[in-house]
């Protein structure tokens, strides 16, 4: 009250001394409260911690990585002096110790550029509840990939953040760029790196150290707790999320990935806002320095190991596929590519199979692997020939299961001549045969084999039409006929032998 009455009475137009001398205070006090305003904050006291005498621990625990939950713990077990205080009073302790910390850190951001070819920064974005208009939500990923030096960007949207959907989406990327770069910053997802080793280095995961060893880069990790180099590579996702996103609308998949593509051919167009510069203008000098893309870039295949077992099978990926007879217990390697795969012992080639969908528990199984054993086991032969029959084709298994039904007293027959129909003819041939044939109503090795035959027939090719040019005699006077060639000649050596009579 007596400083609102100060400033009431100044207002009023008294003067210092007459407010000291009403009020009965100094003059030095109504100076003092005239240049302070009117509500002030009553002054904060100061009291200390019942976690203040951990300070110093605190401060190597939060080096250590520790959590607040286990510091109070080891705190109120200290022996000498244990912390007796509620949970919050010390996490508000360990609190202001972190960003004093901070404060005296002198690690600031500094910016620097990559050279030409030589950095391209990595990362995962997760849109949840992607809000599709023609088919249900559902969440989707996007891997951003874009180099140092141009800025240039490249997005593909995924489904999954799985190993190989990375890794075949970095190898689609150096497609696009022409060229390797000759480093790969991660952040540390654990589909590149398990962790680190004693001397802070990142362990590298065999699959990502084999994709480096074939396209000759070397992988980099983001430091743990260093958010400047953490930042860079995630501005790109940020990125992505706050300049393509918003205002925009996807009706499925197709037109998710269509939009993403005009985008980006627009963006890496315009001058960028660091470089000032259009990414596609310089790109070209990265072009230039990046590694060259291997061979192999185009059908790339991840490496895996594999086992051969009892029944001379490999399993992968919820899958089995067949070697062939006489490796079992054999160490593989099994190389995954997008569409095959292929099963290898040391350098030779073991097997070469379709891929099936992952978690499929289908047995891809190549009758030919198996047929040293067919002398005695015929029942086998004639079980493996018809699942190879029926993997054929959805036609396919609809003729053979019938044919198995209808045909059962000679069921081996039937089997073995459809499919040395298909080692003869092909899959697509037999596949057309097999379709008119039920259309026909005809269910039989015999019948299939007779379409195929008149296939053969009515595919004879037709005399194709004589061609006129003008000024050229007819191919009819050209290509005569080998008899009057051999009438000429005869006639000669008579009209010869005459004159030397």
Known sequence: ?????????????????????????????????????????????????????????????????????????????????????????????????????????????????????????????????????????????????????????????????????????????????????????????????????????????????????SFDFHPDACAVRAPNQKGSVESLVRWVKGNFLPGRSFADDADLARQTTEWLVSVNARPNAATHEPPNQRLWAEVDKGGPLPLEAADFALLESGQVTDESV????????????????????????????RIFHDTCLLADHPRAAEGAHRRVIDPRHFQEAFAQKGRAQVMLYRQALLDLDPIAHVYVSEVARRRRDSLRAEILGLYRLFEEEGKERLIRAMAEAQRAGAFGAEYVGALVREADAVALPERCPTLVVPGVPPQEEVDRLLSSYEEFVEGARTLVGGRVG
């Open 1 to 213: 009250m007596e400083r609102s009455t100060i400033h009431l009475l100044t207002k009023r137009g008294k003067s210092q001394r007459q407010i000291a001398k009403e009020l009965a205070i100094s003059r030095t006090t109504v100076v003092r409260v005239l240049g302070e305003p009117v509500e002030r904050a009553p002054a904060r006291r100061s009291r200390s911690s019942l976690a203040e005498p951990f300070a110093g621990q605190i401060k190597e625990w939060l080096e250590a990585g520790l959590s607040i939950v286990r510091m109070t713990e080891l705190a109120r077990a200290d022996e000498d002096h244990p912390y007796g205080g509620g949970r919050s009073v010390f996490s508000d302790y360990v609190r202001r110790v972190r960003e004093a910390q901070e404060r005296e850190s002198t690690d600031v951001a500094i910016r620097f550029e990559g050279l030409p070819g030589e950095y391209l920064q990595v990362d995962w974005g997760e849109i949840r509840h992607f809000p599709f208009t023609t088919q249900k939500v559902a969440t989707r990923y996007f891997l951003a990939c874009r180099p140092k030096y141009s800025r240039w960007s490249w997005v593909r949207w995924t489904d999954d953040m799985r190993q190989e959907t990375l890794l075949r989406g970095l190898v689609a990327c150096f497609c696009a760029l022409t060229f390797v770069p000759w480093v790969l910053t991660f952040d540390n997802m654990k589909t590149v790196t398990s962790g680190r080793d004693p001397q802070n280095q990142p362990i590298w995961t065999p699959a990502l150290l084999h994709l480096a060893a």
């Open 314 to 341: 490999v399993h992968f990926a919820g899958n089995v596929y067949s070697v062939p007879l006489g490796h079992r217990g054999v160490s593989v390697s099994v190389r995954v590519h997008a569409e095959r795969i």
